[in-house]
């Protein structure tokens, strides 16, 4: 037998392909230290309406640190302070907090005010608005607030056939910040055979961050067998990515909090695994992924870069106010990096 025949098979190249952007986007930052910096202000506790942001380690470590969070506003104590999350809130919910005497610190993101003022406008000006988004999901019950007389919910592209509007030459659609961007423009192109003269959002409502997170995985899927998305389930953007992964040739995906939700056996026969996250997710998270992969083998990274973000937001102008009368800083940390540990 000669060597050449010797020669055992070759070992797959484990490797991984690290989405670029991913993780905390300038909302979710500016809602997490908005929080940190209420409790150095005030001191604990403070209360917090709704989770923050859509992540499981994020409000497990404010909770630790001294933040409360409760679902209504009613359940915060009279003249206590309470945040407002990054989902944003309904002006009923404004104005439950002041006849509560409530001292309000409002950590919507801008991006979602934004789609707010818009359906406040076209509200104004008697149209219909057609609001693509999720049910039940806090941003949408909180824009559909604005103007419940003129928004109606569409779920997707089979919710089309069954709209009915009061005059088709006033319609406008607008949509929910964390959307599939391929799935939101088929439920647009399917509203405009039927409403032809359907206006356009003066601009995007999908945020910079949910679509370059999923343009990033839609460059990596292909070559991946399987891609791993780090966030929460009821994160609505890290769940698209998980989506827009199946869909555009991962061949498994699936969306852990942590690296110890990784199942072993999804590892078979893997060559390429691609690891990203969603907006919401503090980066010591991913590296916990990357641990977890590096100690079975993939051990090289190579970064998918679809995109540069260098957006931020400054913190909301009641916090800015007592920090400054106290002499702080209100500086943001803009790399994703959360001071809670894991577990
Ligand atoms: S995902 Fe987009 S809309 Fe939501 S907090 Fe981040 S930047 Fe704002």
């Known amino acids: 037998m000669s060597s050449a025949q010797m020669t055992p098979p070759a070992s797959p190249r484990k490797r991984v392909l690290l989405a670029a952007p991913r993780g905390y986007c300038a909302g979710v930052d500016r809602a997490v230290v908005t929080v940190e910096k209420a409790l150095e ?5 403070v209360y917090v309406r709704k989770e923050i942001v859509h992540n499981k380690h994020v409000v497990t470590t404010l909770e630790k640190r001294g933040a409360i969070f409760v679902d209504e506003t009613q359940q915060v104590p009279e003249g206590a302070t309470v945040v407002f999350s990054a989902h944003g809130v309904a002006p009923v919910v404004h104005e439950e907090a002041r006849s509560l005497g409530l001292k309000t610190i409002d950590a919507t993101c801008p991006l979602v005010t934004k789609v ?24 949408v019950v909180g824009t559909s607030g604005e103007a419940p007389e003129h928004i109606t919910l569409v779920e997707g592209p089979d919710d089309v056939d069954h709209i009915t509007v009061r005059d088709p030459e006033k319609v406008v659609w607008l949509s929910q910040t964390t959307l599939s961007v391929d799935e939101t423009m088929e439920t647009v192109r399917r ?22 997170r999923q ?11 399987l891609m791993i998305v780090v966030g929460s389930r009821n994160s609505s953007n890290s769940v698209r990515l998980v989506e827009v992964a199946l869909e555009h040739g991962a061949r498994a995906g699936h969306l852990v909090d942590y690296a110890d939700e990784i199942d072993p056996t999804w590892l078979d026969d893997v060559e390429v695994v691609g690891v990203t996250s969603g907006a919401s997710v503090p980066e010591v998270l991913v590296r916990g992924v990357l641990d977890f992969l590096a100690g079975r083998g993939y051990d090289e990274v190579t970064p998918v870069i679809a995109a540069e973000e260098s957006l931020t937001f400054s913190l909301p102008n009641e916090i800015r106010r007592d920090l400054k009368a106290r002499g702080m800083s209100d500086k943001m940390r803009h790399d994703g990096s959360f001071a809670g540990s894991l577990h």
């Open 41 to 45: 202000l005030y001191g604990p506790p």
């Open 116 to 139: 707010h003022r818009e359906a406040v406008r076209f509200a104004t000006h008697d149209y219909d608005i057609l609001l693509i988004g999720h049910e039940g999901h806090e941003e």
């Open 191 to 212: 509203l405009r055979e039927r409403f032809p003269a359907m206006q356009d959002p003066p601009s995007d409502d999908i945020c910079y961050a949910t679509q370059n």
């Open 215 to 225: 343009l990033a995985v839609k460059q990596m899927a292909k070559d991946c067998d």
